[in-house]
């Protein structure tokens, strides 16, 4: 079945410090790639997305390139902020020939230390 | 239009009870999912509705669950004899047919 593998965390990086989170998916039709992050006590908010190969998402600094080949989504930021400190899950969305439904990863944590 | 709207945000029940629990989407949304998340879990999937028709549920979905769209709009999802390991942050989410999911804040769940 669909799926999506995001490393596991904690992530913790000094502020100004570059970000890679990986993502890799599993899908049986072409599926859309989101990037949503979890601030504490908060919901889950759309960071970015891309919806076909090679598609760039991008949103506050932070880039994602759909790469079909290697089934990856991989999240960066040239330069981490505290208030970056988050949650952060990798998703997938297979339509329409899929249900639509958004098949999440476990989430990797991240930590920004001034 | 104020996003996706979740009541209660929080409800503490004694096992065995019944919890009832409401999503508000978007308005012009026509899709509705229901997500349960456990701590420091992604979203696990329970259910979909496309309007009014509740088009997939999750093998998580037990029959004590059971979730309604009744007229294409709010959403309710029960949960009957509730159990310790129902304790969760059941998250409600819509869009439209092209667009992104939009999360509301959920509601945070504790069975006693």
């Known amino acids: 079945g669909d799926s999506v593998t995001q490393m596991e965390g904690p992530v913790t990086l000094s502020e100004e410090a570059f970000l890679t989170i990986n993502c890799t998916y599993t899908a049986t039709g072409y599926p859309s790639l989101f990037w949503y992050v979890q601030y504490p006590g908060e919901g889950l908010q759309l960071l970015l997305k891309a919806t076909k190969a090679d598609d760039k998402g991008s949103n506050k600094g932070f880039e994602a390139t759909y790469r079909k080949e290697t089934t990856s989504f991989h999240l960066e930021k040239g330069s981490v902020q505290v208030s970056d400190s988050a949650v952060y899950f990798c998703?997938?969305?297979?339509?329409?020939?899929?249900?639509?439904?958004?098949?999440f990863g476990t989430g990797t944590r991240l930590k920004v230390l001034a | 239009d104020t996003g996706v709207s979740q009541d209660p945000r929080h409800k503490i029940t004694k096992r065995g009870q019944n919890v009832t629990f409401r999503c508000d989407p978007i308005?012009?949304?026509?899709?509705l999912y229901w997500y349960r998340q456990t701590l420091g879990q992604g979203p696990e999937f329970l259910t979909y509705f496309q309007n009014e028709a509740q088009l997939e549920k999750s093998r998580l979905l037990s029959d004590r669950f059971s979730a309604e769209r009744p007229k294409g709009s709010f959403s309710t999802l029960e949960i009957q004899r509730t159990e310790q390991g129902d304790s969760a942050m059941y998250l409600c989410?819509?869009?439209?047919?092209?667009?992104?999911?939009?999360f509301g804040q959920g509601t945070r769940l504790t069975v006693v």
């Open positions: 998703a997938l969305s297979v339509g329409p020939s899929g249900t639509y439904k958004y098949i």
């Open positions: 308005s012009e949304h026509n899709r």
């Open positions: 989410a819509s869009s439209s047919e092209a667009g992104e999911a939009f």
